[in-house]
């Protein structure tokens, strides 16, 4: 591609339709995230998703007003946790899927050598 095809205004305006700023507010905080536009949607959730945990953790920690700060630390450990949980769930699930397919793969070696 050439450099006039790069630097053409309808190249300028596509690429600046990809990206558009986004104001979220986590624990309070307001926060502008330049985010491209088919996560938009994912953004949001994902803001929504952590100030839930922040209002449950909140909830639930009694005689003690944690920071912002640490409430985030909080959120941030359990969500490592929720990761490593489904990754061993899938870990799980692939070793399943592989014991099935030697049992298949068995079954059709026994299958073959009978016919």
Same mark, same amino acid.
Do not use: D, G, Q, Y
């Given at each position: 591609m050439s450099q006039d095809t790069q630097?053409?205004?309808s190249s300028a305006i %596509? !690429? /600046?339709e990809e990206f558009r700023p986004i104001d979220i507010s986590i624990a309070g905080t307001p926060h502008? %995230?330049?985010c491209p536009v088919d996560e938009i949607k994912n953004l949001e959730h994902g803001a929504e998703y952590i100030n839930h945990k922040i209002r449950d953790l909140r909830r639930e920690i009694k005689h003690k007003t944690p920071t912002n700060e640490e409430f985030l630390v909080l959120v941030c450990l359990e969500l490592y946790d929720e990761v490593q949980t489904l990754k061993n769930q899938i870990? /799980? !699930?692939d070793d399943e899927k592989a014991k099935v397919a030697a049992m298949i793969e068995k079954i059709n070696q026994q299958a073959g050598s009978m016919l």
């Open positions: 630097n053409s205004p %596509i !690429a /600046k502008r %995230i330049v870990t /799980k !699930a």
